[in-house]
């Protein structure tokens, strides 16, 4: 008799989860060791997108939607208990929250009042997990149990809604789970409401503080790097010099200069485009230099810096948008490019942004801008060095490697440094990607599958 294949349930609830789990080696790595896989997409209807059955759906994996749940005081209980965590992420948080930021400003004192004392009682974090579950069960998706039998279920998003109905349903059932934050810079600014049999973190760091502020057991917690990065080892994917130049249009003998934008979060950017396009334009740096602006993918379609555009300075709106994982969902093809964008630029100008580990990856010189990208809506204050005060970030100023600008005279200089001498600060870039990246072998997939077969009693030999 053919032996039963193990089941494995995979949580996908964004674009960009379903680029560093199911496009960056986790689904393969789980397919060739023997798997059979389920991925849940949140879907009211119960369909999923034609174009992700087409690239995922094959004897070894199936795709479901699966709808929300609506129960009757979650959303409230959720809010609320998620500040029993309260860190000095949750405090950049309320002071820069784009909708507390038309309001008065006593809001954000009262929220580190009353929040802060209450993340101190850290019995109300137990009691709130045991609410969770017992108060608000997920049996309503008992029936993908019932259907698919799993052994384990993956969650990617350790705090999302659909992942923590997963999580309970399978804990009830006796099922084992493996989660994961979504991303490195929320781990120490809400409270993980359900805590997983085993938790991968992307670095070191991360299991300290999730350790600490969490209150989760470290023997609990393993980890594996990020495994989108994955895909900046992988020298088969990058293009020559000149064929990526002659793609976005500009001289190869050019410097090229990278700015990434953070959406809302920089608002007020523009300044800083305005400054680096009018230099680039009229050849005001220490090198000839082009410039690439990416936007920030919840603007592709608001042309924020199409005024810009113009001799050697280009706007790289190469988003692959969806209905369905909305608004964006990077496929293979923009990825590959986005990873050559890195491994060809020449400078990389960001805001207090993961920009900067993807910078690091490939050694690149760093520059962090920290004045006027964002602006107070109604006194006009400048708070853009607001955002290097966040939990995460200070990680990252701690590890060094970063020019943080705070004027038009420090950027500029900045970048002819650089310009100059792209060795300077090597040394703590290097140190800047073994704290905050863990390691860019592109193993970090292999280390995620390695959890997986480890719970489910398949570890590797």
Known sequence: M???LKTIFIVITRGFLARGILRSGVLDGLK????????????QNGEVADYLRKEFEDEHVILEGAPDIHIRGYSFFSWQTSFL????SSWVYSQINLKRLQKAQYWKYFDLFFYGTLSKF???????????KKVFPASAYGKYFDTHKPDLVFSTSVMGKLDISMMKEAERRGVPTVSMPKSWDNVTMQLYRFVPDHLVVQNEIMKREVARVQRIDPAQ???SGFPQFDWYRRPEILVSRDEFCHSYGVDPERKIIFYGSEGAWSGDDQHIVSLLSHWVKNDMLGEK???????HFSEKDRGRFDEFKGSNVIVDDNFTTSDFLKPWDPNVSETKKFTNLLHHCDALVAVASTLTLDGVCFDKPLINVAFKILLHPKTGEDISSIWYDSDHYRWVMAAGGVDVVKSEEALKE????????????????KRLLEQLCFKVDGKSSD??????RKIVGDARA
């Open 2 to 4: 053919a032996k039963k």
């Open 32 to 43: 060739k060791a023997g798997y059979k896989i389920v991925i849940f997409f949140p879907s």
């Open 85 to 88: 965590v309260y860190s000095g």
């Open 122 to 132: 850290h019995f109300l974090k137990t009691v709130t997990r045991f609410l969770e």
């Open 221 to 223: 917690i393993s980890v």
């Open 289 to 295: 230099c082009a410039l690439i602006i990416r936007p």
């Open 414 to 429: 900045s970048l002819n440094l650089y310009l100059l001498d792209p060795a300077r600060k090597r040394e703590e870039r």
């Open 447 to 452: 280390r995620i599958i390695d959890v997986i």
